[in-house]
């Protein structure tokens, strides 16, 4: 699980609600008591959105009977989609549905997608798919918002109110592969996938009963609620949002079911020719790279040097990203056919990370907080190069342990363990820090557009992390089986590289450090 998904949510809510407001409602524990409803909510929501991550590539190779090849393209396609809707629903509960109606929609799409996975025909697994990458966009970018709705802005208490909310989503990432993948091995992959729905719908009513209980107040509601009303083509607009999701789900399924198959003409590579490729790398990037280009033109020498600082930390988080994501790809299957898993199979491994952020989030905060105070606190550059030394370790971990394999090709699963802690440290490093700083560099004028380009480089990241899972491939249609020794050498040299690639990146930002800090102009 990752820690970006609370640093975003926790910085765009800062503005959430008005100077001066009070806390919603009664309170409980010292906080308000509509937290410990947002809190269970967002940590059943994240159980099935991590118990279904951990069967996806699994079910993929091992029921479907896809290739790597395929079934990592329909992955990466997966994570690319959805890290880039939350940027399009959290405009539309600013500026039409509010908050609880853009949960309550993101909710149901997802109880109804995680459900379809339980069916195994083609239109149901893509269709699934789409219905979970538009449904997380209306949902995951907004209940972290409400939380921030319940604090009055300057109230001491909302760190420690994110906090809570933070550990429920880690929580639920933690528990969700363990009993998922306990049911999917166990029972069935439909059975893995249907808890995973259940857990969708107790999240769901858990946030449904709060708003019939009132203890939100009024905070979440959409801004007009007239607008919300007001037909157009004789229907709502309300109703048109539902409906467009509704449209928008062929179009995505069309984008998976292409996230592996090369199109001609495009691109040197099946990855880069896919029709998702396309999207990405002939359309996305060029938009955002010419609004960037525009608005370092239009700044003066102060804002353009930070702006330009912000560009280089995303290009650095988005390189962290891309090797990180190995997690629910190649990492998940070196797992299955190359370790020796003693006390967890494949899918529970994707528990391992979330367990170290549980263990190690709060002794990292007050390790930042002792450094502040010894003025010793390091440059945001150098944090970013420590963190991507430590993944860079991590999978040099993972490599090393090739010189311990038995006859069948499979290693200890402490390599794997200790691997994943060096990559959860390393997170820590980066995660916290990344979006404080972009907020606090952007220009005020284009700062939500930034934090958008923040939400996309996890997109992006995705999209590279699947070409990168794929060079691991080791199971083709046609072609004869592998053994467990000649796996292990491809998953390790490949593991390898990308721990010297981290290295490389590692040296370039404490090279780029002088430099950024100058352009930060005193932000640390």
């Known amino acids: 699980m990752s820690l970006r998904e609370h640093t975003v949510t926790d910085k765009i809510s800062e503005h959430a609600a008005p100077m001066g407001a009070e806390p919603t409602g009664p309170e409980m524990f010292g906080h308000p008591k509509g937290l410990f409803y947002l809190f269970f909510a967002e940590l059943w929501e994240r159980f099935s959105f991590y118990g279904m991550r951990a069967l996806l590539v699994l079910y993929m190779v091992n029921d479907l009977l896809y290739s790597d090849n395929v079934a990592f393209g329909i992955y990466a396609a997966y994570g690319a989609l959805v890290y880039a809707t939350p940027v399009i629903g959290g405009m539309i509960a600013d500026k039409l549905l509010g908050y609880r109606k853009s949960i309550m929609l993101g909710a149901v799409l997802m109880a109804f997608g995680h459900f379809a996975l339980a069916v195994e025909h083609p239109v149901f697994f893509y269709g699934a798919l789409a219905l979970l990458i538009v449904g997380n966009g209306f949902f995951k970018p907004n209940i972290s918002t409400m939380v921030g709705t319940l604090y009055a802005q300057g109230d001491a208490r909302r760190d420690a ?103 001609p003409g495009f691109g040197m590579t099946n990855f880069d020719g896919s029709l998702i490729g396309i999207v990405m790398n002939y359309i996305l990037l060029p938009v955002i790279a010419l609004i960037l280009i525009y608005s370092l033109v239009k700044e003066e020498k102060k804002e353009r040097e930070r702006l330009f600082v912000v560009i280089l930390l995303t290009f650095f988080i988005t390189v962290f990203w891309s090797f990180f994501e190995q997690a629910g790809s190649s990492l998940t299957l070196f797992a299955e056919r190359n370790v020796n898993l003693t006390f967890m199979n494949a899918a529970q491994t994707n528990s391992i990370n979330p367990f170290f952020i549980v263990l190690f989030a709060l002794p990292f905060s007050a390790m930042w907080l002792f450094f502040s105070r010894m003025r010793m606190n390091p ?146």
């Open 379 to 524: 440059y945001t550059p150098v944090k970013f190069a420590l963190g991507i030394a430590q993944l860079g370790l991590g999978f040099l971990i993972f490599a090393w342990s090739a010189n311990f394999a038995d006859a069948d090709g499979r290693v200890s699963i402490w390599f794997l363990i200790l691997g994943y802690m060096l990559i959860t440290t390393g997170e820590l490093f980066i995660s916290p820090v990344g979006l404080s700083k972009v907020t606090e560099l952007s220009p005020k004028k284009i700062v939500s557009f930034i934090m958008g380009i923040w939400f996309l480089s996890s997109s992006f990241a995705h999209y590279i992390a699947g070409a990168i899972a794929k060079l691991t491939s080791v199971s083709g249609e046609g072609e004869a089986e592998v053994s467990g020794m000649q796996s292990l050498m491809v998953y390790t040299g490949v593991f390898e590289q990308i721990g010297y690639v981290a290295f490389g990146f590692a040296v370039l930002a404490l090279i780029l450090t002088p430099l950024m800090r100058k352009w930060m102009h005193g932000i640390h």
């Open 161 to 263: 109110g994110f906090t809570i909310f933070y550990m429920g989503i880690n929580i639920g990432a933690m528990l969700a592969p363990i009993v998922c993948g306990w049911l999917g091995v166990t029972y069935g992959w439909h059975y893995g996938f249907g808890a995973a729905g259940v857990g969708m719908l107790i999240g769901l009513l858990m946030f449904w009963n709060g708003s019939r209980s009132g203890v939100f107040g009024d905070r979440g509601l959409p801004a007009d609620p007239a607008l919300v009303k007001e037909k157009v083509a004789g229907i709502s607009r309300g109703n048109w949002v539902s409906i467009l999701s509704v449209v928008a789900l062929p179009f995505l399924g069309i984008l998976l079911f292409h996230g592996s198959l090369d199109l």
